[in-house]
């Protein structure tokens, strides 16, 4: 069965300092790699996506992330932190259903905190 | 708004009674998806559906849930005779078909047992 470790519960990080989140995942074959981002109250937005090809993504909001397969690793990044990215991160892998679906098996997240 | 719906936004109940959660997916979505966030976890996976079909409800509890799409309508998550431990955020989320397409998230359901 896939698994997802986000090993850091909170991050405090200055408003523009570098930043990356890390996300470990298990799974017998090639996955399907997520980052969501969810704010008080709110559902998840999706940050980025990873299938296949290039191994460094880029997706919204100044955000990238790139897929280690020897470290089965999918760390996400951003090089100047703004305080509006305040909010929790989930790193997800997703397994194919019958169907042609996707299940998503989610990290139990990690909270980040910006300082001004 | 072209996003998931979900309502309610938050419901409160008294421990037996019902409770029943109503997504709308995405236009253009056929598949849609339920997930349950405890406080301080991540979510877990419940149950997919696509048009009068549950395909795999692995995460769904073996009492007590239900979850259904008809040909019309919203998605509905039935809870009967909810406990205290049902308490918790219970997302919706939609797709196109292919299994590579992600899936977009609804703002959830905030459910509360009294």
């Known amino acids: 069965a896939q698994s997802v470790t986000q090993p850091d519960i909170h991050i405090t990080v200055s408003e523009g300092a570098s930043l990356e989140l890390r996300c470990n995942y298990s799974?017998?074959?090639?996955?399907?790699l997520f980052w969501y981002v969810q704010s008080p109250g709110q559902g998840l937005q999706l940050l980025l996506k990873y299938f296949s090809g290039d191994t460094l993504v880029q997706g919204i909001k100044g955000f990238e992330a790139e897929f280690k397969r020897s470290q089965s690793s999918f760390n996400l990044r951003k090089p100047s932190v703004h305080w509006s990215d305040a909010a929790e991160y989930f790193c997800?892998?997703?397994?194919?259903?019958?169907?042609?679906?996707?299940?998503?098996?989610f990290g139990t997240g990690t909270q980040l905190k910006v300082e001004l | 708004n072209a996003g998931v719906m979900q309502n309610p936004r938050h419901l409160v109940r008294r421990r037996g009674q019902e409770a029943r959660l109503r997504c709308s997916p995405m236009k253009g979505h056929s598949h849609v998806y339920w997930y349950r966030q405890l406080p301080e976890e991540g979510l877990k996976f419940m149950v997919y559906l696509q048009k009068e079909n549950i395909i795999d409800e692995s995460g769904m509890p073996k009492e007590r849930f239900s979850a259904e799409f008809p040909k019309e309508g919203p998605s509905i998550l039935r809870i009967q005779q909810v406990v205290r431990g049902d308490s918790a955020a219970y997302f919706c989320?939609?797709?196109w078909g292919d299994g590579n397409q992600p899936q977009h998230f609804g703002d959830g359901t905030r459910l509360s047992i009294l």
């Open positions: 997800a892998v997703g397994a194919g259903l019958t169907g042609g679906g996707n299940k998503l098996t």
């Open positions: 799974y017998g074959a090639t996955p399907y």
């Open positions: 989320a939609s797709s």
